[in-house]
Structures are given as C-alpha cells and as structure tokens.
Nanobody, 126 residues
Framework: QVRFVESGGGLVQAGGSLRLSCASS????????MGWFRQAPGKEREFVAA????????KYADSVKGRFTISRDNAKNTVYLQMNSLKPEDTAVYYC???????????????????WGQGTQVTVSS
C-alpha cells in the first residue's frame, strides 16, 4: 500500500522559510521521480518542483526558481522542499507525488504522476 507522510507546513511571515518533507512507503522510492505541486484557494493545482530518481536532475517553476530547492534522500525514502524568501502568493496546499514513467528526467505534468500525498498547508502572511 502506497503511503505518504507530508510534514513541515505551517504559518510563516513573508520572507521566512519552511522545509517540507514527504516520507514515502509502499513502492520502490529510489526508482521514481518525485514532484511537488501546490493548489491555492480558488486556483488549479500547479507544478512547483521535481527531481529525478537519482537526484541528479531538478526542475522548478519559474515562480519559485532561486527560492525553493528540491532534494531527496533515497536511504530515507524522503523528498524535501526547502522554501526560502516566502511570499504571500506561495500560500497553498502542497502535495508530493511519485512518477515511474518519468523517473529519468522528472516531468512537470501532473498526469505523469502515479501516486499523490494528502497535502500539507503552507500559509504565508504579509
């Protein structure tokens, strides 16, 4: 049974930092690309960042490039999202997801992801 435990969300002031974690089980984590997506109130879910199975390739949305860093620890079956210089527009529910078909390059497309976490709330106050 695939399971994700997402943590690290919360309330932070603009300019602050948070680190999200997504601990995974029930599948071969080290063989999957991992992604982070987010959904703000009243908006569609959007891509944030992705990392390939080995951690050698990362991709970012333009809106977070230079502020967010995705990383993974295959020994701990965990993917991370370090978020710095947070802005009110980063407020959203953040989801981790796993992709087998794009494990070598990590897709930006939601439809390429097989498994999804339950989400963790990030709120940035101005």
């Amino acid at each position: 049974q695939v399971r994700f435990v997402e943590s690290g969300g919360g309330l932070v002031q603009a300019g602050g930092s948070l680190r999200l974690s997504c601990a995974s089980s029930g599948f071969t984590f080290s063989s999957y690309a991992m992604g982070w997506f987010r959904q703000a109130p009243g908006k569609e879910r959007e891509f944030v960042a992705a990392i390939n199975y080995s951690g050698t390739s990362q991709k970012y949305a333009d809106s977070v490039k230079g502020r967010f860093t995705i990383s993974r620890d295959n020994a701990k079956n965990t993917v991370y999202l370090q978020m710095n210089s947070l802005k009110p527009e980063d407020t959203a529910v953040y989801y981790c997801a796993a992709s087998w078909s794009t494990r070598f390059y990590a897709s930006l497309r939601q439809s390429d992801y097989d498994y999804w976490g339950q989400g963790t709330q990030v709120t940035v106050s101005s």
